[in-house]
């Protein structure tokens, strides 16, 4: 398997700046893909790196897409409405949307995407997207098998601790696993749903939002520290943490000084740790 982030950045878009500079580590929304298995895609979320990432994939003539969302909030579902593929009509996608305990009846993501291109809020409504778009929802108690004629690809989930709900996901293939746990405030203990899923996993993907001063005011919005993520990580035996979802005022040079904070740690000389980069692609 293959990951490759599109997107790096939470909460909002955060172009660079003279004053806060952040083409180093990127400055668009979540997205990742996961390419497995020869020609097969994954697509993690659809913040506004997805606009990128789809210019590339419409132009080298992909026409099957499969996404896998992480929960509804904007910066998660902010580049759909600029993935040019959906608009072309023989292009077939498949969208699978988390059922969170307490939400309301009805597709969260399919309501959820309907609504942001509407008014008065977008011009262009989902119903003219010319794509073959097809919804289905996730289990969390259940594992979902995604299969082709080259290979099979499994999805476990499980709930993490974020505002509104928010599921994690472990990818399995050929023997390799990765783990995409975003919008997550991590509670690293052996008893953790999360530390429970990504035992062992070749990759952690995680949501390492604040400073350890900002966690101090920022305790219950749902995200994490590079510390705590990789607490986590170290709980579960991962065999390498990438840390993601970047706040948006933190520019290139604060998260330098963040990412060689946490290589200094003293888990990390068992745990290779580094922070994610749009653009990269990394193999697990």
Not at 177 to 205: C, H, R, W, Y
Request: glycine share 10%; charged share 20%.
């Amino acid at each position: 398997m293959k990951a490759t982030f599109w997107g790096t950045r939470g909460s909002i878009p955060s172009p660079s700046t003279e004053e806060t500079p952040t083409h180093g580590y990127g400055g668009d929304t979540t997205c990742v893909s996961v390419a497995w298995a020869g020609d097969n895609l994954l697509i993690l979320d659809a913040g506004s790196g997805l606009r990128q990432a789809g210019r590339h994939w419409h132009q080298a003539g992909r026409k099957s897409f499969t996404f896998l969302f992480t929960h509804a909030h904007w910066d998660h579902l902010q580049g759909f409405p600029f993935f040019a593929p959906a608009f072309c009509q023989d292009v077939t996608i498949h969208i699978y949307s988390p059922r969170l305990p307490g939400a309301p009846a009805g597709n969260l993501i399919e309501k959820a995407l309907h609504a942001q291109q509407s008014e008065p809020f977008f011009p262009a409504g989902f119903p003219q997207l010319r794509a073959r778009i097809a919804f289905h929802e996730i289990d969390p108690s259940q594992p979902l098998d995604l299969s082709s004629s080259s290979g099979n690809l499994t999805v476990r989930s499980t709930a993490v601790t974020h505002p509104g709900g928010c599921l994690a996901y472990r990818l399995e293939h050929d023997g390799k696993s990765l783990v995409f746990a975003t919008d997550n405030e991590p509670q690293p203990s052996a008893d953790s749903p999360l530390v429970k899923m990504a035992a062992g996993t070749d990759l952690l993907i995680c949501d390492g939002q604040y400073t350890e001063e900002e966690h101090k005011h920022r305790r219950g919005w749902g995200h994490g520290t590079p510390a705590l993520c990789l607490k986590e990580a170290a709980f579960a035996g991962a065999r390498r943490l990438i840390i993601t979802h970047f706040d948006p005022s933190h520019s290139d040079s604060l998260l330098g000084e963040m990412e060689e904070e946490i290589k200094r740690s003293p888990e990390a000389r068992k745990l290779p740790v580094s922070f994610a980069r749009q653009g990269k692609t990394i193999d697990c």
